[in-house]
């Protein structure tokens, strides 16, 4: 029988994953396969641990790690894929946004339908605020038209990998992990299944308007150096217009003489140079400040605690 590791990233879930667990659990014993389910305890400040830790105690398949502090849902994602044993492994939310009963299609795409993966996507963003849908779509249109990795707009992070494509995954060794960018990237067949969008069961998103602002540059920076040429071609573009405006304005003194005019017009090209060498320097400075976390090779995560440390 095929063993499937299940990982949960749990961010102040307590409420949830009792919930979660049911599901889960009444799907997979509807399968013929064995299972693990590893919570990832990513340093909730509620009862998320004790609950991990009684659940552990009750049923032996459930393993569980806990960090330090919080370390980022991608953090917690790369734990349970190094700590899975399984021939196939899922990832999924703790908060019943992934449809569990989804599982059971998910295993037959990649062991009878010979795929790699199986993805999800949600086909609506309903219970969503319509600027954060704007912005999400937006950022899919950027990110594909400027990077090798193929993103799909709507892509959750839960999915299904056999073995061979989770290694693939673990081989990326990058401190800056985009798992959404990770998973487009290493290739691989993935078939994709489609759902409504459910809201969450308990609790709520971890995610504000700024953290998805910061995660969807972190993913531009990760699967493109796009920002850096079109600052290079910016910085070129204004040194031709320059040159072309130094000859006007030359053959204009040349032939009607030189009054001393054109003060505004100096302010407004020091300012527009000025802003111009800004975002150029702000761009190479976020690419460089990526490049300084990489060489300092910290570990992505500590654990503070598992199942086997008691
Ligand atoms: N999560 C995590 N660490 C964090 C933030 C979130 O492990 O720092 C987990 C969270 O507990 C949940 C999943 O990641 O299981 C998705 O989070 P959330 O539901 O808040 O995101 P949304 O579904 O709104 O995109
Ligand atoms: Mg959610």
């Known amino acids: 029988m095929d063993l499937i590791s299940i990982i949960v990233p749990c961010y102040n879930e307590e409420e949830s994953i009792p919930q979660f667990y049911r599901e889960v659990t009444k799907v997979i014993s509807a399968m013929d396969i064995e299972t693990e389910i590893i919570f990832i305890d990513d340093g909730s400040k ?24 919080n370390f980022g849902k991608e953090a917690g994602m790369l734990a349970g894929l190094q700590a899975a044993k399984g021939d196939f492994v899922a990832v999924m939310d703790a908060d019943l946004q992934d449809p569990p009963s989804l599982l059971p299609d998910m295993y037959k795409a990649v062991t009878e339908e010979g795929f790699d993966c199986a993805a999800t996507r949600r086909t609506t963003r309903k219970g969503e605020p319509p600027i954060r849908s704007f912005f999400a779509r937006m950022f899919y249109k950027i990110i594909n038209k400027i990077s090798d990795a193929n993103i799909v707009d709507g892509a959750r992070d839960f999915r ?9 995954v673990l081989s990326m060794g990058e401190y800056n992990r985009f798992s959404k960018g990770i998973f487009g990237w290493v290739g691989f067949r993935t078939k994709w299944l489609e759902y409504v969008n459910v809201e969450r069961v308990a609790g709520e998103t971890k995610w504000s308007f700024w953290k998805l602002f910061k995660y969807s540059m972190e993913g531009i920076m990760a699967f493109s150096t796009t920002p850096l040429y079109i600052t290079s071609a910016m910085g070129f573009i204004v040194c031709i217009v320059a040159f ?15 009054p001393a005019a054109g003060f505004p017009t100096m302010v407004c090209l020091m300012l527009f ?30 654990v503070k605690e598992t199942e086997d440390s008691d």
């Open 160 to 168: 299904l990998m056999s073995r061979k494509m989770v290694d693939a």
């Open 46 to 69: 509620d009862r998320t641990l004790a609950v991990v830790r009684k659940l552990h105690e009750l049923d032996k398949r459930v393993r569980y790690i806990s960090f330090s502090r």
């Open 244 to 258: 072309l405006l130094a000859c006007f304005y030359a053959v204009k003194a040349l032939i009607f003489g030189d």
């Open 273 to 302: 140079l000025g802003g111009i060498q800004l975002i150029g320097i702000g761009v190479v400075g976020m690419y460089l400040s990526k490049t300084y976390l990489e060489t300092k090779k910290r570990p992505i995560y500590i």
